[in-house]
């Protein structure tokens, strides 16, 4: 039997195959601090390749340079946990695929790496949809698992919100 957040997750991942396949679009993940779990969460769906694009795990710094071309002196003056590298993820991902839908996230997880600027639990996410760039933090409890789940969900929700 499914938990409550299991049920949640599944009807959220239905719902976005609904909205990209009734938008005709693509979407694509640039994620860090999740490791693909956003990708392997929309791809958790039988015909997902019809609405799924590809998903970018840009863990390290130089990954985000390079497969998404994020600036790394935005990194250096802005740390890889910010608005500026959030919106730069969301928007390398659509440049750099055939996508017209992104969602990006990178954070701290834990249970170290934390700071009191940026303490665990410390979530950027960027969204491109429709063209418009956007972004948003979130400071998420519990410790590593329950803030990467949370991080998926929340992210699974904003886009429904954007999309809807």
């Known amino acids: 039997m499914l938990s409550n957040q299991e049920q949640t997750l599944l009807a959220m991942q239905g719902r ?20 693909g779990m956003i990708a392997a969460a929309c791809t958790d769906l039988a015909g997902s390749s019809a609405w799924f694009e590809r ?3 840009t863990y390290s710094n130089e990954a985000k340079t390079e497969l998404l071309g994020v600036d790394a002196t935005l990194i250096a003056a802005h740390g890889a946990v910010s608005e ?6 969301a928007a390398g991902a659509i440049a750099r695929s055939r ?24 979530v950027w ?12 933090v979130r400071h998420l409890d519990g410790d ?3 803030v990467r789940m949370a991080t ?8 429904l919100q954007l999309l809807g």
């Open 99 to 122: 996508a017209q839908v992104a969602v990006a996230v990178t954070g701290v997880a834990g249970p170290s790496g934390g700071s009191p600027a940026k303490p665990v639990g410390t």
């Open 84 to 89: 500026e590298v959030a919106r730069a993820m």
């Open 125 to 136: 996410f960027g969204f491109m949809v429709d063209g418009r760039l956007s972004s948003e």
């Open 55 to 57: 998903g970018f795990v």
């Open 16 to 35: 976005v195959a609904d909205l990209m396949l009734k938008r005709g679009e693509l979407l694509a993940t640039a994620e860090s601090c999740t490791g």
């Open 152 to 159: 998926v969900q929340h992210a699974l929700q904003r886009l």
């Open 144 to 146: 590593r698992a329950a």
